[in-house]
């Protein structure tokens, strides 16, 4: 990017360069320009205001471009600022995420060994009944009435 100190040496070149010209063109003049007219006035004069009018409308749009650009640039930290904070929230709530993910992966393998240790006891007592049966420890059951010896 050209540096300001090249942009104003530049310009106070380009300067130098528009007054010589208007001083050794310094001839009276008529101007018109459409209904408004100046009789005898100095070439230098009209070259002097034609550059100043150029500079000015030249820097006119420089300020204008550069209050666009302000604008834009606020808008866009605006921006910047609002998805940092959404970000933050959004870490915020995957660590959270994450502790209740944890949380319910030790509840999910707690209740795991309790199953476990619930379907070893009733294997162990389903064997139990077989024995106890085998063994005719147990009476038979009753039958609901409909036997022909229960009379």
Do not use: H
């Not at 389903?126 to 085998?134: H, P, R």
Request: charged share 25%; hydrophobic share 50%; proline share 2%.
């Amino acid at each position: 990017m050209i540096s300001l100190l090249a942009i104003a040496v530049v310009g106070l070149a380009f300067a130098v360069i528009v007054a010589m010209f208007a001083i050794q063109n310094s001839t009276p003049v008529s101007i018109s320009f459409f209904s408004w007219q100046l009789a005898d006035i100095s070439l230098a004069l009209v070259i002097l205001g034609s550059a100043a009018a150029g500079a000015l409308a030249a820097g006119l749009f420089a300020i204008v471009r550069e209050i666009r650009l302000k604008l834009s640039l606020r808008a866009c930290r605006n921006r910047l600022e609002s998805a940092t904070r959404e970000l933050d929230l959004t870490r915020d709530d995957n660590t959270n995420l994450q502790k209740e993910v944890e949380r319910l992966s030790e509840e999910v393998r707690a209740t795991a060994s309790e199953l476990e240790e619930a379907r070893k006891r009733v294997s162990a007592l389903e064997i139990e009944l077989e024995a106890t049966q085998a063994m005719e420890i147990l009476p038979e059951p009753q039958s609901d009435g409909n036997n022909e010896g229960d009379y």
